[in-house]
Each structure stands twice: as C-alpha cells, then as structure tokens.
C-alpha cells in the first residue's frame, strides 16, 4: 500500500518500501508503532513466524496473550474484540510503514524485512543480577585493616607499624586484585 499525502503526492517511505528498498524509521515513528501492546504482541509474534500467517490465529495469539490463558480458553467476544481491532487499525498502520505485508481480502499478514529495524526496541529489560558485593568486601577489608592499626596502636599487637601498614596495603592489595580478576579487567 503506498502511502498519500493530502496533496495526493507519495510518501517517500512508502515509496522506498515498494521498490523494496526499506528506509530507516525514524524515532518517532517507532514509538509510535510501538506505542500499543497490541502492535508490539504482533511484532513480537511475528518475529517468530516462518512466512506469512492467518489472520485469525495472530489474532487468537494476541488475544490469548492479553487474558494470560491459553487460545483454546478464549471467548468468541476476547476473539473478535482482538481480530476487529487488527484488521482495521493496527495491521494497515504497520503495513504503512512497512513492517508487514498485510493481505486484508485474504487474511494474511507477512513479516517485512523492515520488521528486523524494531528488534531492538522489543528486547525484554535485562534482569539485574545478584547484588554488587564488591563494597561489602572493601568494607570488611577497610575495618579489620582498622582494627589492626588500633590493636599496634594500643601495643596488643606485637608487630611494629611498619609491619602493619604492609599488612594493611597487601589486605587492601588482594581484595582489588580479586575484583578487578572477577570484572575481567585482566582477560580483555
């Protein structure tokens, strides 16, 4: 479908597409593509389809994505509400743009080349991993150096201060060693 502006001359996007030559999406427009769920589910879905798709089961897939069930547990009205909004909203505004080859007589939707250009923007938030312990450990190492220096200081260490600013610099030497090993500061 090529796209016309009120002055009736071609989009330059949709004139790219035709020729099979995709354009980059601005900014802007990708968020608002990506604007609603529904349209992001259908990026998603059909990212993960091997050529074109019915209409019917994209929509089924959405729709069982938004109930959290399972498509055999959809009602006729969770269908329809999914397959109407499809079928006159989100699928030609993504066939506008060039992400879908959407075949509205019969039914079927096609991912496009230019579907790869959304990748990105769909990736799920990375978990954030265990807790940093890194300043526990300095920590630790800080406070029992202290209580080192206070024990010479107080003579219940019998070292002299010499040997415990050595013992403070290798304590505090090993411990960023150790964390600098585990950052894989050293292998790269």
Request: charged share 25%; aromatic share 6%.
């Amino acid at each position: 479908m090529i796209g016309r502006s009120p002055t009736g001359a071609i989009d330059e996007a949709a004139r790219a597409v035709e020729q099979g030559t995709p354009s980059d999406l601005s900014l802007d427009d990708v968020y608002h593509l990506l604007q609603t769920k529904r349209r992001r589910d259908v990026v998603r879905y059909l990212r993960g389809a091997d050529g074109p798709v019915r209409l019917r089961e994209l929509a089924e897939q959405v729709a069982a994505w938004e109930q959290d069930t399972a498509v055999e547990n959809l009602s006729s009205d969770e269908r329809q509400r999914v397959y109407i909004s499809l079928y006159q909203s989100h699928l030609p505004k993504l066939d506008n743009h060039g992400i879908v080859d959407y075949d509205k007589d019969r039914g079927r939707v096609e991912a496009t080349p230019r579907l790869s250009q959304l990748d990105s923007y769909l990736e799920p938030p990375r978990e954030m991993g265990a807790p940093d312990r890194w300043p526990q450990r300095y920590a630790a190492t800080v406070g029992l150096c202290a209580l080192l220096v206070c024990g010479i200081w107080a003579g219940i260490v019998p070292i002299t201060g010499l040997a415990g600013a050595g013992i403070v610099l290798a304590a505090v030497t090993a411990v960023t060693v150790v964390h600098a090993w585990s950052a894989d500061v050293f292998r790269r």
